[in-house]
C-alpha cells in the first residue's frame, strides 16, 4: 500500500474554502485515493474517493494531477461543523478492501 | 451503506480482565474489520475478520490477546483480553463496502483499563 503524506494540521474561517494536499508517490497503476471525515467520538466517514482527473460530490471535491502522484481534497465554503481530521488513504481495494491510515489532517473551521 | 453499532460505547475495565465488544451490521457484508485508535492518534488496523474461518492479524496483533468471532456475515466480536493499562484506547469496527477503499465504520467503543 502506498504511503501518504499530509499536513498534520490547518485552520480556516467559516465560509472560506479549505484544500487539504497529500502526496503519494508510490501510488501503483491500480489504486485509487480515497479520503476519509472523522469528527470527535465518531468513526471515520468515507467521503470521496477518484481515480484521475476530479471527481466532486455533494460534501468535496478531489483534484487529481496527471501523474497522480498527489491529490487535493476541496471543501468548499466551510462551517464550523466542518471541523474534523481528514485522511488521505491510497489503495486499489483488491486485498479484501484493507486500509492503511495515516496521520491524518486535523482541520479546524474558526467562526 | 450499512449502519454499524457497537456494544459497549464505553467500559473501565480492572487489569488483567477480558472485555468482548460486539459489532452488528444492518445488512449483510463480506469483509469486517476491527481497528485500534489511541486518543489524537490515527486507526491502526488489528484484524481482519474472516466469516467461518479464523481471522487474519496485522503485525504486532495476536489471537491469543485480540481474539475474534465472526460467526455470521452481520455480526463480529473482539476480545481484548488480560488487559493492561496500554490497552486503553477507542476499538472501531467496519464493514467494507461496494466501492474500492470504501469501509463503514462503526461509532468506536473507548475502552479504560485502570
Known amino acids: 500500500l502506498a504511503k501518504t503524506t499530509q499536513p498534520i494540521s490547518m485552520d480556516s474561517y467559516e465560509g472560506q474554502e479549505v484544500n487539504i494536499t497529500c502526496s503519494h508517490n508510490n501510488i501503483a497503476t491500480n489504486d485509487y485515493i480515497t479520503w476519509y471525515q472523522q469528527f470527535p467520538s465518531q468513526g471515520p466517514r468515507f467521503i470521496i474517493q477518484?481515480?484521475?482527473t476530479k471527481v466532486t460530490n455533494e460534501v468535496a471535491s478531489l483534484f487529481i494531477p496527471a501523474d497522480r502522484k498527489s491529490s487535493t481534497l476541496s471543501l468548499p465554503r466551510v462551517s464550523l461543523s466542518d471541523t474534523a481530521v481528514y485522511y488521505c488513504l491510497v489503495g486499489d481495494g483488491a486485498a479484501g478492501n484493507k486500509l492503511t491510515f495515516g496521520g491524518g489532517t486535523r482541520v479546524l473551521v474558526k467562526p | 451503506s450499512a449502519v454499524i453499532s457497537q456494544k459497549p460505547s464505553r467500559d473501565i475495565c480492572q487489569r488483567g480482565t477480558s472485555l468482548t465488544i460486539q459489532c452488528q451490521v444492518d445488512s449483510q457484508v463480506t469483509m469486517m474489520f476491527w481497528y485500534r485508535q489511541q486518543p489524537g492518534q490515527s486507526l491502526t488496523l488489528i484484524a481482519t475478520a474472516n466469516q467461518g474461518s479464523e481471522a487474519t492479524y496485522e503485525s504486532g496483533f495476536v489471537i491469543d490477546k485480540f481474539p475474534i468471532s465472526r460467526p455470521n456475515l452481520t455480526f463480529s466480536t473482539l476480545t481484548v483480553s488480560n488487559m493492561s493499562p496500554e490497552d486503553s484506547s477507542i476499538y472501531l469496527c467496519?464493514?467494507?463496502?461496494?466501492?474500492?477503499?470504501?469501509?463503514?465504520f462503526g461509532p468506536g467503543t473507548r475502552l479504560t483499563v485502570l
Open positions: 467496519s464493514a467494507g463496502g461496494t466501492s474500492p477503499n470504501e469501509q463503514f
Open positions: 477518484g481515480y484521475k
